[in-house]
Each structure stands twice: as C-alpha cells, then as structure tokens.
C-alpha cells in the first residue's frame, strides 16, 4: 500500500489559474517535502515542512506556497499559475532531516 | 555551485550486460539515496547509504563520505531496468540531487 500518495496525477491549468497539488502520508514522518522536476534535470526543492502548521522555504520557492494542516497532509499551492511552471511535481517525506526519503508518484502539471 | 555531478548522462546496454554510474560531491555528504524514475514517472527507492555497500539482487551501490562519491553497479541489466537513475545526498540544510542518468536496455 503507498504512503506518500499524490492527487492530482496531472492537470491541466490556464496561466493565471489557481492551481493546489496535495500530498498525503502514512509514514507517520514530520518531514515533509516538494521538489519540481524538469526534463534532464534532477530535483529542485520548492517547500519543506518539519511540523504541521509550519513550512519553510526551499531554494525556489517564488510563486509557490506550501499548506501543512496536518502531520499527513501537505499542499502545495500556486495563485497564479504561469507557463514556466509546467513541470512534474513530487512529494516526499522523511522521518528526520537528511534521512532517506519516500516520494509520491508525482503530478504532471501543465500550464498553458 | 553545483554540489553533486553525476555521470554518464545517458547509458545503453544490451540485456545481460552491465555498467557503473558515479555520483561525485564537492563536499562532504553524510549519506547518499539512489532512485530510479520508472516508465510510469514514479521514483523508486533503491538505497539509501551513510556509508559502506548494499546489494540488492543485480543492483550494488557504495559510497564513500570522505573521497566523496558514491557509484550504483547494473549487472546483468534487463529491459524492466530502464529509465532515469538519480543520486541524492543531504548537504547541510538541503538535499542535492544529480541531474539524472538515463538508462536505456535494448535486447
């Protein structure tokens, strides 16, 4: 059974749209994580989370904000989409800090 | 700069065959996690290392913290084995990741 589920599995959004990825757990972990992934590249850190009710900045979190309402529910949101966020979005999660993590199987948004 | 290089890029092999894909740090890692972005663009956990070897059936990693690499070994590589290999290793307050190795089995 997966632990780190992801809905949706991919969407569609005019630029300008309000678009919200979700991300649920039952690791039972703290940490948790989004990352975008572009083609040919590896993974980018957007937002983090160690505890529900706060989330930290990763390195590139311009136009995007994070939602950690509960230990196993973390939200990434975007106000207003744009066509350079078009990517593939993973969540993850983590028991500690820089310990292995588990990843979602990812959301494919594309921004037109 | 960029704190992790990963090599070769892009890697063919024909079944059975194997290879080595290499992970090199600029700076000293505590641990390194190897995955691999499946046909369907799920990521599979295949280690996750502090220090030492594993093995798990053909697959093989090591990683080595103070000469700052870790490599991932393929031996007799299958068609089910293709995809994008990527390594990952906290590096103070972050976690960096290699731009990805794409794996290609042919028969």
């Known amino acids: 059974e997966a632990a780190v589920t992801q809905s949706p599995r991919s969407k569609v959004a005019v630029t300008g749209g309000k678009v919200t990825l979700s991300c649920h757990q039952t690791?039972?972990?703290?940490?948790m994580y989004w990352y975008r992934q572009d083609t040919g590249h590896g993974l980018r850190l957007i937002h983090y989370?160690?505890?529900?009710?706060?989330?930290e900045k990763g390195d590139i979190p311009d136009g995007y904000k994070a939602s950690r309402p509960s230990q196993e529910n973390f939200s990434l949101i975007l106000e207003l989409a744009s066509l350079s966020q078009t990517a593939v979005y993973f969540c993850?999660?983590?028991?500690?800090?820089?310990?292995?993590?588990?990843f979602g199987p990812g959301t494919r948004l594309t921004v037109l | 700069g960029d704190q992790v290089e990963q090599s070769p890029s892009a890697l063919s092999l024909h079944e059975g065959t194997g290879s080595a894909l290499r992970c090199n740090f600029t700076?000293?890692?505590?641990?390194v996690q190897w995955f691999r972005k499946n046909s369907r663009g799920s990521l599979i956990n295949l280690f996750y290392?502090?220090?030492g070897t594993k093995e798990n059936g053909r697959l093989k990693s090591a990683f080595d913290s103070k000469e700052r690499y870790s490599t991932l070994h393929i031996r007799d590589a299958q068609l089910e084995d293709s995809g994008t290999y990527f390594c990952?290793?906290?590096?103070?307050?972050?976690?960096?990741f290699g731009s990805g190795t794409r794996l290609l089995v042919s028969p």
């Open positions: 989370s160690y505890v529900a009710d706060s989330t």
């Open positions: 990952a290793a906290p590096g103070g307050y972050k976690v960096v």
């Open positions: 700076t000293t890692m505590r641990a």
């Open positions: 690791n039972n972990h703290d940490y």
């Open positions: 993850a999660s983590s028991r500690d800090w820089g310990v292995e993590q588990y």
């Open positions: 290392l502090a220090s």
